[in-house]
């Protein structure tokens, strides 16, 4: 393939029109991505952990999309009243009478996946 010359403004120019062209559709999949992840985190942070219990901490984990400036954000936690609880059973408290609680790492292992999700499911997305 021959060589082409092309001035500096000439591929400025060019690299703005791609960008144009593909960002918006790159933005919204995204987004996308961002929420298929955030969905897969709650559902399994729901089944994690081995406490007991009335069940209404698990009921309560949800996943929210924010929308901002630049982009979209997720947030996956448990709604109010549940959402002081989420700290006590990752790490334990302790007791009135003395004691700790038992800790329930919950948490932690689903959260160290989170990178790795979003990565496949945008690369999913863009084929």
């Known amino acids: 393939m021959p060589a082409v010359k092309v001035g500096s403004l000439q591929l400025y120019s060019e690299m703005v029109k791609l960008i144009e062209e593909y960002g918006s559709e790159v933005t919204e999949l995204n987004e996308q991505a961002i929420k298929n992840v955030a969905k897969g985190v709650a559902k399994d ?18 996943a929210v999309t924010v929308k901002r400036r630049l982009g979209v954000d997720a947030q ?7 959402h002081r609880l989420t700290h006590l059973l990752e790490f334990g408290h302790a007791k009135a009478n003395g004691g700790r609680t038992t800790a329930f790492n919950f948490v932690k292992p689903i959260n160290d996946t989170v990178e790795k999700r979003y990565r496949e499911e945008m690369e999913k997305l863009l084929q």
């Open 45 to 62: 942070l729901r089944k994690a952990g081995s406490f007991e219990g009335s069940g209404k901490f698990r009921k309560s984990i949800k």
């Open 76 to 82: 996956v936690g448990a709604t109010a009243p549940y």
